[in-house]
């Protein structure tokens, strides 16, 4: 299964580096995924490349319009079926692990990124199937916030991390945080890694790391042990 991801923006460029490196851009010579960025400006209603104005009412900033993006959405919706379409906003649902494992599962997603004063409502009412949010402050644009999101989703799709087990221990997939890592060498100026790691006993440092993972969350971020959707309660 491939995974396909429509972005819309005005600000294509924001979104040409994040995908061009690293695991996500793996991902994309492996196959596994694709990442189309569409110009909202090409479809722009007149020739002067307008795809804003001014808010009815007054008020401060530009909305993006609706044509435009009715007619890019319009357009990738005839020629397949989507699973979602995610708008990026500040007031939409707040992205966690658990929500960026969900749409894993989905193949083709549309994301549309808003800039100034977000777009005409009527987007939202009418193509919008989810709003995400990355957290509580403000962007100014989705683009970042948008590769965010697709980065988290990529990341989890099957056979795109080398070592598969690997997404399944980071922080946050149990609600736990991850233990301390430690490589060469074993002592860094008298500051030594700690034993348990260099025995070769497996199931003690599974132990090991799994209570360490405890003590830091309860340390660091007690507000996951208290969710009631951890592995420990
Ligand atoms: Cl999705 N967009 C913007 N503009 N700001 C944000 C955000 C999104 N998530 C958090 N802040």
């Keep these: 299964m491939k995974t396909r991801f429509d972005i819309i923006t005005c600000q294509p460029h924001l979104l ?3 995908f061009d490196h690293s695991i996500l851009k793996r991902a994309q010579d492996k196959g596994l995924v694709e990442i189309h960025l569409h110009d909202l400006r090409q479809y722009a209603i007149n020739k ?3 795809i804003d104005d001014y808010a009815f ?47 894993s599962l989905l193949q083709n997603i549309i ?9 005409d409502q009527r987007v939202r009412d009418l193509f919008v199937t989810h709003e995400v949010s990355i957290g509580d402050y403000v962007l100014s644009g989705g683009e970042l916030a948008a590769a965010v999101l697709a980065d988290s989703i990529i990341r ?20 736990l945080l991850a233990p301390p890592v430690y490589s060469r060498p074993a ?26 993972s405890v003590q830091r969350t309860k340390a ?12 420990t309660s």
């Excluded at 008020?59 to 020629?79: H, N, T, Y």
């Design 57 to 103: 009412g007054g008020g401060a900033g530009m909305v993006l319009m609706i044509e435009p993006i009715a007619k890019c959405i319009r357009g990738l919706q005839a020629e397949r079926q989507y699973d979602a379409v995610i708008y990026m906003t500040p007031d939409g649902q707040t992205l966690n692990q658990p929500m960026a494992n969900r749409l």
């Design 187 to 212: 002592d860094f100026e008298g500051h030594a890694v700690p034993e348990i790691l260099l025995s070769g006993n497996t199931p003690k440092v599974e132990e090991w790391r799994f209570e360490q």
């Design 220 to 231: 660091l971020r007690p507000d996951l042990l208290t969710d009631n959707k951890n592995i």
């Design 16 to 18: 040409t580096g994040p």
């Design 48 to 50: 002067h490349g307008q």
């Design 111 to 119: 994301i549309l990124c808003g800039h100034y004063k977000g777009v």
């Design 156 to 175: 989890i799709i099957p056979g795109v991390l080398n070592d598969e087990s690997s997404a399944l221990s980071d922080s946050f997939q149990d609600n």
